[in-house]
């Protein structure tokens, strides 16, 4: 397990260091001069050369993607050209406010899409499985901008139940958890919607094998074959499709955080694009690959403790 672990570590680095320099050069081959875009209305060509002198952009791009190295290398993301602080102040600062959407969000799409697909897969081809089939193609099918839209429009503006936008605040549990309410429930929807097929068609595939006709040949009740048998296999391929939705709802993040206008890394990441910004891009570009690597190396681990038969080399 340590040599797999360590192994696992090592193509981590490498990945997120490929990617973090895909998006080096990315950045800088876009057409346009960034350092118009940072001075608006007070660009002069003296303040654009001065400009360019102090951030090193005058520099040939391998100089500044060794310089960009040797402070990554030491920790230093560099600082927001846009706002003039650290880019890790930042980061760390509305990073709580997305982790807890993504907890929540893809918790309450896990408590949806496994007891339904369990459902839909028992109920094969019935009224159930077409109904449940339906309505998740339905939720797949729903931009996240139109349903975090249509959930304000009726929960916050017609009802009035929750707050329409801001972040967590409140004197108790109850007014602090409303902020969180409607933004993970429209996740949470939308994820469950893929996640729950998937769980519907591993579990057909589990109860149509050979070891299921021997259990019911025993005379063993369908509720220990189905929790005891079939799902204790099946529970490997949807761990790692809930590692899927959880990598997905970073996507969906930086929609429904727009879109409620909370802050955390998807507010965050639109405004940096927009302002090319490029140590704060950068800087979000490397959270957010070190989360994908981290998340599915959890779900790698997680077989093992699933599925003991599962030897790490």
């Known amino acids: 397990m340590l040599k797999y672990l360590f192994r696992r570590m090592i193509i ?3 990945t997120v260091f490929f990617i973090v320099s895909i998006v080096f050069f990315a950045l800088r081959l876009l057409p346009g001069d960034p350092v118009t875009v940072w001075l608006g209305e007070y660009s002069t060509p003296e303040l654009i050369t001065l400009t360019k002198a102090k951030w090193g952009l005058d520099r040939p791009i391998w100089v500044q993607y ?11 993301l560099g600082d927001s050209l846009r706002m003039r602080v650290p880019v890790s102040e930042l ?4 990073y709580p406010f997305t982790l807890r959407l993504m907890l929540l969000g893809t918790l309450i799409s896990v408590m949806i899409a496994i007891p339904v697909g369990i459902l839909a897969a028992v109920k094969q081809n ?12 339905l939720f797949i099918s729903m931009p996240s901008f139109w349903l975090g839209l249509l959930m304000l429009f009726v929960f916050s503006f017609r009802l009035r139940w929750f707050p329409a936008i801001g972040a967590e605040t409140g004197s108790n549990v109850l007014a602090y958890l409303s902020y969180l309410v409607l933004p993970s429930v429209c ?10 097929r998937m769980v519907r068609s591993t579990m057909v595939d589990t109860l149509s094998k050979d070891y299921i006709t021997v259990a019911r040949s025993k005379g063993l009740s369908e509720q220990i074959i189905l929790y005891k048998h079939a799902l204790r296999n099946a529970m490997s391929p949807i761990v790692s499709l809930i ?6 709802s970073l996507a969906g993040a930086v929609v429904l955080e727009v879109v409620f206008s909370r802050p955390g890394l998807g507010r965050l990441y639109v405004s940096a694009v927009a302002a090319r910004d490029y140590p704060l891009i950068q800087g979000g570009i490397l959270l957010i690959a070190t989360a994908v ?3 599915n190396m959890l779900v790698d681990i997680s077989y093992g403790i699933i599925d003991p038969r599962i030897r790490y080399e």
């Open 243 to 248: 590692g899927v939705s959880i990598v997905l």
């Open 91 to 94: 980061l760390l600062k509305q």
């Open 66 to 76: 060794g310089t960009y190295v040797k402070n990554l290398l030491r920790g230093d």
């Open 12 to 14: 981590g680095i490498i």
């Open 187 to 196: 996740m949470g929807i939308r994820e469950a919607g893929l996640l729950s």
């Open 293 to 295: 690597v981290f998340v």
């Open 126 to 137: 019935s009224f159930i499985d077409m109904f449940v089939m339906m309505f998740s193609f």
